[in-house]
């Protein structure tokens, strides 16, 4: 089983800067790799990026990239979304997954997802 539980959302201004946490198990995060995806109110599931572990290799998507960065700590244990010049089209609940895939970009990518939390950014 793997288990994701994300932290970090809020209420935020626009330009802000916000920190999402993504707990996982080591096992997780030492053989799979791990992506965040965001889904507005009426909207598909959206990507947003992937930090592939084995290779240190990262990918943001176009509309978040220079604003956002995704990492993750030394232990291997826990995954961030470093959200910076936050604008109100980023408010949405944003979801951290796993992926057996080395490069997923799509959510049928992803067997895991956690519960999700909501950020929401004001103007």
């Known amino acids: 089983q793997v288990q994701l539980v994300e932290s970090g959302g809020g209420l935020v201004q626009a330009g802000d800067s916000l920190r999402l946490s993504c707990a996982a198990s080591?096992?997780?995060?030492?053989?799979?790799?791990m992506g965040w995806f965001r889904q507005a109110p009426g909207k598909e599931r959206e990507f947003v990026a992937f930090?592939?572990?084995?290779?240190?290799?990262?990918y943001h998507s176009d509309s978040v990239k220079g604003r956002f960065a995704i990492s993750r700590n030394n232990a291997k244990n826990t995954l961030f979304l470093q959200m910076n010049s936050l604008k109100p089209e980023d408010t949405a609940v944003y979801y951290c997954?796993?992926?057996?895939?080395?490069?997923?970009?799509?959510?049928?990518?992803?067997?895991?997802w956690g519960q999700g939390t909501q950020v929401t950014v004001s103007s």
């Open positions: 997954a796993a992926s057996g895939s080395s490069a997923p970009v799509r959510t049928t990518e992803y067997a895991y």
């Open positions: 080591s096992r997780t995060l030492s053989s799979l790799t």
């Open positions: 930090s592939s572990w084995a290779g240190g290799r990262t």
